[in-house]
């Protein structure tokens, strides 16, 4: 009717009062602290805290500029934060090489990793690797291999920084492959940092070999001439 208010204000209308702002302020603050909560309780925050733990390269732009193979190492090599001490090799390795194992590799990836899965699958077309990201492992190309695929962000025996090629916390880079083999008892290892061509790879695996005896030579050598 004309002269009066509408009984309900329609929007746009009144500006609402001091009491209806105060509770709506409380719901949302409320609701807030629910979604905090809940991300806590449902572990939301640890999982973007795993996926901020290692940094995807080439999906950041990153070129890590790593120098490629030069040697196996029996210990942490030179420039890493443990340099000359002994690593302390991790079950699943020492299990690889019982389980008759010559050669080792273990893959490490990440969630949403895009040159993870390009190499996964580059070495997935040869035959090196076989199945999914996760929970995959060595193809039919290698009788000789183990492989293991391992999530970095959800890599319970802390493997990524026991076989990472210089153990510093800014070089925290995905994907990360390492390659060991054994020779007695002492475990040779390597790490590339960042995507690595599949048919690397294949070499470095087909190469062990020659790599392995040459060193048991010079070994058995050294013990020769220190009798």
């Not at 390009?118 to 929970?135: D, F, K, R």
């Not at 995959?136 to 962000?153: C, K, M, N, Q, V």
Request: glycine share 10%; hydrophobic share 40%.
């Amino acid at each position: 009717m004309i002269g009066k208010k509408d009984p309900i204000p329609k929007f746009g209308g009144k500006p609402l009062s001091a009491i209806a702002t105060l509770a709506i302020m409380v719901i949302m603050l409320a609701a807030g602290t629910g979604a905090l909560v809940w991300g806590y309780l449902d572990e939301g925050y640890e999982e973007v805290e795993k996926l901020a733990s290692v940094k995807c390269l080439g999906c950041l732009g990153l070129d890590p500029r790593i120098d490629g193979f030069s040697e196996f190492w029996d210990v942490y090599p030179e420039g890493h934060d443990k340099e000359g001490q002994a690593v302390k090799h991790k079950p699943t390795v020492k299990n690889a090489f019982k389980e008759e194992a010559s050669v080792v590799i273990l893959f490490f990836w990440g969630p949403g990793c895009v040159p993870c899965a390009e190499q996964w699958e580059e070495m997935s077309a040869m035959n090196i690797s076989s199945g999914h990201e996760e929970g995959g492992r060595e193809g039919d190309a290698y009788p000789e291999l183990g492989l293991y695929s391992i999530d970095a962000t959800n890599d319970k025996e802390d493997l990524y920084w026991t076989y990472h090629f210089n153990g510093k916390k800014e070089y925290n880079g995905i994907p990360m492959t390492v390659f060991l083999f054994q020779i007695g008892d002492d475990i040779w290892w390597w790490s590339h940092y960042g995507k690595m061509d599949a048919k690397e790879v294949a070499e470095m695996i087909e190469n062990i070999p020659e790599i392995r005896e040459h060193l048991k030579l010079s070994s058995d050598y050294h013990d020769i001439s220190h009798a």
